[in-house]
Structure formats: C-alpha cells, structure tokens
C-alpha cells in the first residue's frame, strides 16, 4: 500500500487548507488512518486519527476545533480539513495507515507501518 499525501502550501496565519491523502489500493478502506507532523526541530506529533467506519476519531488537544479529519473509502482518500492555522501548525505533515492499530492506541505514532511521503504546511504571514 502507498500513500500520497497533497495539499500542503503557505497561509496566512488565520487561513484555511485542506490536506488529502489517497491510498493505492482498495485495502486502506478498512484501516485505521492518521496524521501526525513534524515541525522545524522538533518530534514528530499525532494530529489526528480516524477508524475505519469513522465512528472513532480522536485529535490532539493543539488542533481540537479547528481541524477536522474525514474520509472517503470509496475513493480510498483521507483528508484534514485544517482551519484559523497558527505558525505553530507550521510543519511537514505526514499520512499513515494500518490494518492493526490498537484503538487505544491510535495516537501512538508506532502503530501504523505505512505512511505518505509528507507535505509541507507553512504558516506565515
């Protein structure tokens, strides 16, 4: 399974963008899928993650109320509809899928084997 992730660009701080991540394959439709980020010296960090029915989505405590994960399994596509971005959102933010994540655990960036190739988000004015 690949992943592709797109959408990344710079906004103004306040301004809005909508990540996509599409899976090769068929398969992803069943798993768990995630974002997570990695801004400018720092770890990388869980944003969001979605289950499989999208019945189970949890977000980090910075991105709670402005971002929003969904997805589209018919076209095996992923997105994080992203708003009022902060230059603290600023960062490469990454996809990442897996067939066994433990749901509590779904925040655990360990739990998922596969991931996207990141796109760049930039908050800026």
């Known amino acids: 399974v690949q992943l592709q992730a797109s959408g990344g660009g710079l906004v103004q701080p306040g301004g809005s963008l909508r990540l996509s991540c599409a899976a090769s394959?068929?398969?992803?439709?069943?798993?768990?899928m995630g974002w997570f980020r990695q801004g400018p010296g720092k770890e990388r960090e869980f944003v969001a993650a979605?289950?499989?029915?999208?019945?189970?989505?949890r977000y980090a405590d910075s991105v709670k109320g402005r971002f929003t994960i969904s997805r589209d399994n018919a076209k095996n596509t992923m997105f994080l509809q992203m708003s009022s971005l902060k230059p603290e959102d600023t960062a490469v933010y990454y996809c990442?899928?897996?067939?066994?994540?433990?749901?509590?655990?779904?925040?655990?960036?360990?739990?998922?084997?596969?991931w996207g190739q990141g796109t760049q988000v930039t908050v800026s004015s």
């Open positions: 990442a899928a897996d067939r066994n994540v433990i749901l509590t655990q779904i925040r655990n960036e360990h739990e998922y084997d596969y």
């Open positions: 979605i289950d499989r029915s999208s019945l189970v989505v």
């Open positions: 394959e068929r398969t992803p439709s069943r798993w768990v």
